[in-house]
């Protein structure tokens, strides 16, 4: 949740997941701890060999149900603009890449490319193909790619991590509010 607040739209697939596959999700306690891909999610309420389906199934059903629920957090814009004139702006997620593309698109948030399927690792690894020099996250997992990278990490309270959280995790600095990223982007 370092753009968008995701929770409203996940939930609501979550719910028709339930529906459809009759298994118990606790969707309040998916959304508590979002970050991870939905597969890594589903391994807790499915048994392994349904997983697969039931991702497949919730990619398919997230632009039908989620695209509406979901809004840009606070600043969002901002710190995006603000980042397009120093640079370039990657979105790394590990949502399905088309789907965060649709987020991006519908709110208006002027993204550059975006690379989905990411999560840990794999995020500093795109980072460092990319040539970054910052990154930005909510979840300490974004942290350890941006110390995998060797890049800044800044991180952003608007997540299931907190702030001690983030900084345990090796973020150089934690603002609390996206409108806080285009200040700290002038003084670095």
């Known amino acids: 949740m370092t753009l968008i607040d995701s929770r409203p739209g996940i939930k609501a697939v979550y719910d028709q997941l339930v529906v459809e596959s009759g298994a118990h999700i606790d969707t309040d306690l998916v ?3 979002l970050g991870p891909p939905v597969e890594w999610e589903l391994e807790h309420w499915l048994p392994e060999p349904e997983v697969k389906h039931w991702a497949d199934r919730y990619r398919e059903l997230y632009p039908l149900i989620a ?8 600043g969002a814009h901002d710190a995006v603009e603000a980042a397009n004139k120093v640079g370039r702006t990657l979105l790394l997620t590990a949502k399905h890449a088309p789907n965060a593309r649709m987020h991006v698109d519908r709110l208006g948030l002027p993204v550059g490319e975006v690379y989905g399927g990411a999560w840990r690792e794999a995020k500093g690894v795109v980072l ?3 040539g970054a020099t910052t990154y930005v996250g909510d979840h300490v997992h974004d942290m350890d790619a941006a110390r995998f990278a060797g890049v800044v990490g800044v991180g952003v309270t608007t997540g299931p991590s907190t702030a001690d959280d983030l900084r345990d995790a ?3 600095t ?8 285009p200040g700290w982007l002038d003084r670095r």
């Open 170 to 172: 090796g973020a150089d």
């Open 67 to 74: 695209l509406d629920l979901v809004e840009a957090l606070p």
């Open 174 to 181: 934690v603002l609390t509010s996206l409108e806080d990223f």
């Open 31 to 33: 959304v508590s701890r």
């Open 128 to 130: 460092r193909e990319q």
